[in-house]
């Protein structure tokens, strides 16, 4: 069965300094997310990306935060200056909807530790 | 309290017997989905329930959706140690402008005893 992918696995970075997250979605997926957990607190939606555009975003993304779909297949979260309360485990998803199905398919995270 | 809030926050049972969590949410939803993550790991999706349905079964799994109380149960039967787990809900919107953006609740963690 098709499934989300992401890299690194886990990425340990310095203050200030810029990381990019990448995903591979479900090829047949229309729809791309990116949501993020805090150790021990709950999935918080951060933005959505449909038709080569974000079309939902919330208060945590704010302008250091960016996200690309540089080609067919990559689906990118990029912070472009790190703080240490960026630290938590970030999670893409895609989804496809059609009128039977219209779940999110979630990769199993990047684990980022700002130091 | 939030949108998607889960109870109890932790349950403890023994292999064999039912687990039920519960979730409330506040807003007109479109579909409402549980997911289950294992300790720092990601999120895999067990149902989805669409805001017309009212039960759901899938395997071991059974949800209920009260539109009118805006809450949701997961049942699982003849719980196994490997059902250890955190439970979340999630709901989708209702509305135009919603992209299918999910709102996650605290979750509700699982602790089957062999």
């Known amino acids: 069965e098709p499934e989300v992918t992401q890299t690194p696995s886990h990425q340990v970075t310095q203050m200030g300094q810029e990381v990019i997250l990448r995903c591979v979605p479900i090829s047949n997926h229309l729809y791309f997310y990116w949501y993020r957990q805090i150790l021990g607190q709950k999935v918080e939606f951060l933005v959505s990306?449909?038709?080569?555009?974000?079309?939902?975003k919330s208060e945590i993304f704010d302008d250091q935060f960016s996200v690309e779909r540089p080609d067919g297949s990559n689906f990118t979260l990029k912070i472009r200056s790190t703080k240490l309360e960026d630290s938590a485990m970030y999670f893409c998803a895609s989804r496809r909807r059609t009128r039977d199905k219209d779940t999110q398919y979630f990769g199993p995270g990047t684990r980022l530790t700002v130091l | 309290s939030q949108q998607g809030e889960e109870d109890p926050q932790a349950l403890s049972i023994q292999e064999g017997e039912n687990a039920t969590m519960n979730c409330s949410y506040k807003t007109s939803i479109n579909n409402l989905q549980w997911y289950r993550q294992n300790s720092g790991r990601g999120l895999v999706h067990l149902i989805l329930i669409r805001s017309n349905e009212r039960e759901k079964h899938s395997g071991r799994l059974r949800v209920t959706l009260d539109t009118s109380k805006k809450s949701s149960s997961l049942l699982i039967t003849a719980s196994r140690a490997a059902d250890t787990a955190s439970y979340f809900c999630a709901t989708a919107n209702a509305g135009g402008t919603s992209y299918g953006k999910l709102t996650f609740g605290q979750g509700t963690i699982l602790t089957v005893h062999p």
């Open positions: 990306f449909y038709n080569n555009e974000i079309s939902e």
